[in-house]
């Protein structure tokens, strides 16, 4: 029920986190897809995450503020310093196992 895509050496600019919230809106939009997060992977060792929900099992906001950032139940974000992609992915998974937990 959660969906994460990766786009690894990605330019760091306006465009690509409009794309990466349009991504996550997507993958959304799938059948049986809850939640989902783009990771934005940049050439500087940070990380940029757009994460969306449907709100029916996954609140994204407390997802994002885990790892620093903020945002709504169904649309957040935040940015990650010195962490790969795969490093950012697990952190995530961590955190939506949480939910899935409660």
């Not at 969906?3 to 799938?30: F, G, M, W």
């Not at 049986?32 to 029916?56: P, Q, T």
């Not at 997802?63 to 490093?87: D, P, V, Y």
């Amino acid at each position: 029920g959660f969906a994460v895509s990766i786009n690894k050496n990605a330019a760091k600019n306006q465009r690509t986190n409009i794309l990466a919230a349009q991504t996550a809106d997507e993958l959304v939009s799938t059948l049986h897809v809850h939640g989902a997060c783009v990771i934005n992977e940049f050439a500087d060792g940070s990380c940029a995450l757009s994460a969306r929900s449907d709100g029916k099992v996954f609140n994204v906001q407390v997802i994002m503020e885990a790892l620093g950032g903020g945002g709504h139940q169904n649309i957040a974000a935040c940015q990650l310093q010195n962490k790969t992609a795969e490093e950012t992915k697990e952190l995530l998974l961590i955190e939506v196992n949480k939910q899935l937990e409660d």
